[in-house]
């Protein structure tokens, strides 16, 4: 019983962290400043 | 204390046995996207080259011809369109590009802009208001720039902006490119008559008044992509380019004349800088579909062996027996 216990916990655990991390997502961030160019850059 | 590092051990490997399909099946497709603010310049040459004059109407041999290509996430339209999709889930990457045209003295030659939209984990097309190359509404099919997160070796459908049309992008094999090995896909968009570009180098000249003529534009291209795999990107590209201008009062006697001509390659140091980006997110990649499942698959089993391990020795007949709280039983008291 307490091993089933155990299992469980840990299907919990990785369950929770997974649903969070997901939920969480990624930051979108902000549109570059920068501009589309028309002129030939030097470098990347 | 044995007993209770079994348990704990145990809880651990189910932990890390639950956490490995779940990363590679759920967490994955939902957290590995391409990023809603990018922005990624790209500089291609061809040279030499054959272009057309607009002032005298003939083509030109010139030394080089470049093609600048920029692709800026615009983070507010695509937040716009997935507030309006309903499906708040669903994450929307909006690419505002310009591929501006320059001759060999710097002047403009054309400049092409387009709306790219598409579906941030699997780069299918998102169909909303905006969609565009060149100022026309257009409804793309199949992909454009980059492939899907785990490209496989088949066929994809690729639209072509000059065209406007969605055609086959062929897999023709596996190739190593610079330390990676990646897929090589080629398509070829036979002569097609294409709208002439809305800005064209000559004052005076518009789309408009060279479709009064009766004159045509025409184009071909043979376009090249070697993309490595696991992240969908393509780290080379080349395009063997050929348009003309046909029929119309234009032209004079004659039927056609070549608009433009030439091999377009990637400049060197952006290969370079494209291999070092893509070397460095794949490794991003792997970790969410290969090493950290596979590792946590192979951490459980080594915590349950030691689990078991530590239950067995607890088990052991030689051992003395574990302690009990109960109370000892009453031995008979001799008088």
């Given amino acids: ?44 | 204390m044995r007993r209770k590092a079994c348990l704990v051990l145990l809880a651990f490997a189910v932990f890390c046995a639950a956490l490995s399909p779940l990363l590679r099946w759920y967490a994955f497709p939902r957290l590995v996207k391409v990023p809603a603010d990018r922005y990624q310049t790209m500089v291609l040459e061809a040279a030499p080259a054959t272009l057309i004059d607009y002032g005298t109407m003939r083509a030109e041999k010139v030394p080089k011809i470049t093609i600048v290509q920029t692709l800026k996430g615009n983070v507010e339209a695509s937040e716009k369109i997935e507030k309006n999709d309903g499906d708040s889930s669903r994450d929307v990457v909006v690419w505002d590009g310009l591929s501006y045209v320059q001759g060999p003295d710097g002047k403009l030659v054309s400049r092409i802009p387009e709306r790219y939209i598409f579906d941030a984990h699997s780069q299918e097309p998102v169909h909303a208001r905006g969609e565009s190359v060149d100022g026309d509404p257009v409804e793309r099919e199949g992909i454009e720039f980059k492939w899907p997160f785990l490209t496989e070796k088949r066929d994809y459908a690729y639209f072509d902006a000059q065209a406007r049309v969605t055609e086959p992008i062929h897999y023709k094999g596996t190739q190593r490119f610079r330390g990676l090995d990646v897929y090589y896909f080629e398509q070829t968009i036979p002569w097609t008559e294409v709208p002439l570009p809305k800005t064209l180098p000559v004052k005076g000249i518009t789309p408009q008044s060279i479709a009064g003529t009766g004159t045509t534009r025409w184009y071909t291209t043979v376009r090249k992509f070697w993309v490595e795999p696991v992240t969908g990107a393509p780290v080379y590209g080349e395009e063997i380019h050929r348009e003309e201008l046909r029929g119309g009062t234009l032209l004079g006697d004659r039927d056609k004349v070549t608009a433009f001509s030439g091999h377009v390659k990637m400049r060197e140091d952006y290969i370079e800088d494209t291999v070092d980006l893509v070397k460095s997110q794949r490794v991003l990649v792997l970790l969410m579909t290969s090493y950290l499942p596979w590792g946590l698959l192979v951490l459980a089993a080594l915590l349950l062996a030691l689990a078991l391990w530590l239950e067995a020795r607890s088990r052991r007949p030689g051992d003395p027996a574990p302690a009990t709280d109960r109370d000892p039983e009453p031995q008979p008291a001799n008088a």
């Fill in chain 1, 1 to 44: 019983m307490r091993a089933l216990i155990a299992a469980a916990i840990g299907l919990a655990a990785a369950l929770a962290l997974v649903l969070t991390v997901t939920a969480i997502g990624a930051p979108t961030g902000e549109t570059s400043p920068e501009p589309l160019l028309t002129t030939v850059p030097e470098h990347p």
